[in-house]
């Protein structure tokens, strides 16, 4: 008989601290909110898929606004908010500030309930400063996912709005922000790219080591996000009254989502084919002063087109009826100025959808012209346009890339694929192979299906 002496003690699940700081994060987050987007759905599911792989996991951010202390997401993954310059909420932009006051409160609650963590993934450059000073201070290793850099949209802002560049340092904070970025960088123990863009600029502009680099795209839920039967299809479109081939756009109400540019792109389509209708999701509920800006910015330009006819503006689309409502457009739009991956796009070609994405950033270097997706320059708002008429106009065209798009999601972007990279990383397992990462960088996101 076995004694209680001679028992092994039981193994515990490791457990893991992703770190994003700003936003609402939440176990089901408002997304639209400020600063509440791609990347909060990012370190959310991330975490979940983490935990089925048998980890525990810990998400960090900032308490404010009376939230809740710890909240549970799922089995074995709970959300834990540390209080820091009081109680409002504080944009992206500013909160390095307060982030000695979160980083002593993190450590004393590490500390307090005797907490041992196997890694840390943090999320942007704010996070990964908070991560940067837990992991130094706990000697544990740290993998930093920026998701956007301060360097190319510095860049793409001074292009795309010279005349406004006297306001950028006071709005965007671009010299605080890239000097963190660099300290981060080159004192992490990974940085991990979204695409093969990303990987380029950060040897490029932050001369970062290539050894220290990986490729680490978002991913999706295949539970929820796939294709449908061409009867479900239409099930769901009489559901959602969409009498008319749709176009459908939807994220955060931002203006580097570029949907300006898509309504005087969609003006380009109506001239061709006046039967065409475009949905527009963008923002919460409660847009704030530079949100609402914004839509009646987006409201006049649909006044001046003389597109209220063809143009239904919606505040939200929920998150149980989203897959269906990519199921039921006819051709999904990512028109943005600047894109760091581009979740929605993603999520679209997993439910088979035909996609048109930017080329500024984001999928467009994963995807084969006219097999997986069409790319177009969403400044070129005729090209734009024309690229949104080709998959309305023919549907050849359109079938091949609901098929071959979805393909492709399902190949290279699961959530379990991405974790399990995450980790082979973090525990030293990892090899360029794994994720593809080779002397061209740009290679492996255009092999053929």
């Not at 982030?99 to 963590?117: C, G, S, T, V």
């Not at 290539?210 to 061409?230: H, M, T």
């Not at 002063?289 to 839509?295: F, I, N, S």
């Not at 950033?361 to 949104?388: K, S, V």
């Amino acid at each position: 008989m076995e004694t209680a002496k001679s028992k092994k003690p039981r193994s515990r699940a490791q457990r893991v601290a992703m770190v994003s700081t700003h936003g609402y994060v939440a176990a089901e987050p408002p997304l639209g909110n400020a600063d509440t987007g791609g990347q909060v759905v990012y370190v959310l599911e991330l975490s979940k898929k983490m935990a089925q792989l048998g980890y525990e996991v810990d998400i960090w951010t900032r308490q404010f606004e009376d939230q809740p202390e710890i909240e549970a997401v799922a089995p074995k993954v709970r959300i834990l908010r540390v209080p820091c310059g009081g109680n409002k909420f504080i944009p992206k932009e500013y909160l390095y500030e307060y982030l000695p006051e979160w980083r002593q409160n993190a450590l004393r609650f590490i500390k307090k309930n005797k907490i041992a963590y196997q890694f840390i993934n943090s999320h942007y450059w704010d996070g990964g400063v908070a991560a940067q000073n837990l992991s130094e201070e706990l000697n544990i290793p740290h993998i930093h996912t920026p998701h956007s850099l301060g360097i190319w949209k510095k860049f793409q802002m001074l292009q795309d709005y010279p005349e406004n560049a006297a306001h950028f340092e006071q709005k965007y904070n671009f010299k605080n922000r890239i000097h963190h970025e660099l300290q981060v960088y080159h004192s992490c123990q990974f940085v991990a790219a979204t695409t093969p863009f990303q990987l380029d600029l950060f040897q490029k502009e932050y001369d970062v080591p290539k050894e220290q680099l990986v490729l680490l795209p978002a991913g999706y839920d295949d539970n929820r996000f796939y294709p449908v039967s061409s009867a479900t299809r239409n099930a769901i479109r009489q559901h959602f009254d969409l009498e008319h081939p749709t176009v459908l756009c939807l994220g955060r109400m931002a203006r580097n989502k570029g949907y300006d540019l898509l309504i005087r792109a969609f003006r380009q389509v109506v001239n061709r084919m006046p039967n065409v209708r475009l949905s527009l999701a963008a923002g919460g509920s409660d847009l704030n002063q530079e949100e609402q800006a914004y839509m009646d910015e987006i409201k006049q330009i649909i006044h001046e087109l003389e597109l209220e006819q063809y143009v239904t503006l919606r505040s939200y689309i929920t998150e149980d009826e989203l897959p269906d409502w990519y199921r039921a457009a006819t051709v999904f739009a990512m028109p943005s100025r600047y894109e760091p991956f581009g979740m929605t796009a993603l999520e679209a070609m997993a439910c088979g959808t035909a996609t048109v994405v930017t080329t500024e950033g984001g999928l467009w270097n994963a995807t084969t012209f006219g097999r997986h997706a069409l790319y177009a320059n969403p400044f070129d708002t005729e090209e734009f346009g024309i690229a949104l008429y080709q998959v309305l106009k023919y549907p050849e065209l359109r079938a091949r890339m609901e098929r071959m798009g979805a393909h492709k999601a399902r190949s290279l972007f699961t959530w379990t694929s991405i974790a399990q990279q995450l980790i082979s990383v973090a525990e030293a397992r990892y090899s360029p192979s794994m994720n593809l990462l080779v002397e061209k960088p740009y290679e492996p996101w255009n092999l053929e299906d």
